[in-house]
């Protein structure tokens, strides 16, 4: 996707929306724009049965029903109404917290603030030098104190893909929550059962070509009565998130999950990781020290190339490919001043190496014309800074 001459990599950061989604968004805003709570008339009955068909698209992608789906502002509010949600009701005697090294600034945040604020342990579960978690020092840490273990699907910044089924299985003879987020799960892999395995699954609405300002939490039945909500009001969605329903955002991340559970959806994580890999290629067929950050082979993010140049800063780096081609470092930066990533650091590299990282994440809109060019303007940059 060429944005104004700008090259986009950064589809982990962010997706371009999907223009089969935007269409079936544009009725909603003003010809269908009922307020789905509204239940005197039929306007508000059609936008009611809008949002019930919306959940009924979500909760398909990972084998949930639609009553367990409830939609939130987006992956952030779901992740906190997932762990602040379990603890806030939680038993006295379970009062730990398992979180895995690598997860989003967003869970930790979470778990930090019920550590420091609400009396609970939050531990985190080491990862090996391509993310994966250390099953040995999981299984160490369960038993029927733990009340929750949160690990994402597939890693934001090094594309690593969790063994979900193997890890759900460690915790059920405990009854510990098992809680996933799986915002970037839908571009990576199938996750058609995803359901099955973990108790509070969260999604983003905008990591799938659907629209910002929408996230959706699945809460297995059995558990809505065990989540404490976020939000106060006018009892909405179960009580569990109270607020006006946003219709036309619901219709459009219900749009994006659909697209998902087509045909089209493994052929497209097949292509976008051969352009991946030829864009490595390019990368390590030049003079320039190349090092791939992360696992090999198919337990991947299909789009992501985390790359080290080693001796190079990544700030100097994206910089240099203004305003040609947007890339990132993967980390969140909120201050303005970019830290080395927490989740490179987790993987053993040193504070020098995960600054030298940077993120290319190729997506739905990629060509391969774009792949050459971008690969050409990184070797340029490296020239330009050598
Ligand atoms: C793995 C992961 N979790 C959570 C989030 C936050 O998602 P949202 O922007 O929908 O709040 C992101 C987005 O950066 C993410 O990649």
Redesign the pocket.
Known sequence: MICSKTIYADY???TPADPRILEKMAPFWRESFGNPHSTDHIIGWRAAESVRDSASSVAALIGADADEVIFT???????NLALLGVARRASANRRRILVSAI??K??LAAARTLATREGFTVEAIPVDGEGFIDLSALEDRLDETVLAVSV?A???EVGTIQDIPQIAALLVPYGIFFHC?A??APCAMEISDLAKHADLV?L????VYGP?GI?ALYIRRDVQERIEPLIYGGGQQEGLRSGTVPVPLCVGMAAAAEIFQLPEAPEERTRVSRQRDSFVELLQSRSFPVVVNGPAGDRRHPGNANVRFDGFGAQDILGALQPRLAASTGA?CASGMPEPSHVLRALGLSEAQAESSIRFSFGRFTSDEEINEAARLVVGALESLA
Not at 73 to 79: V, Y
Not at 204 to 207: A, C, L, M, V, Y
């Open positions: 982990q950061a962010t502002s987006g992956d952030t509010e779901a992740n997860e989003h967003c869970v994402m597939v890693n934001n987020d915002a970037q969260s983003s609405g905008h990591k910002k996230g969140a």
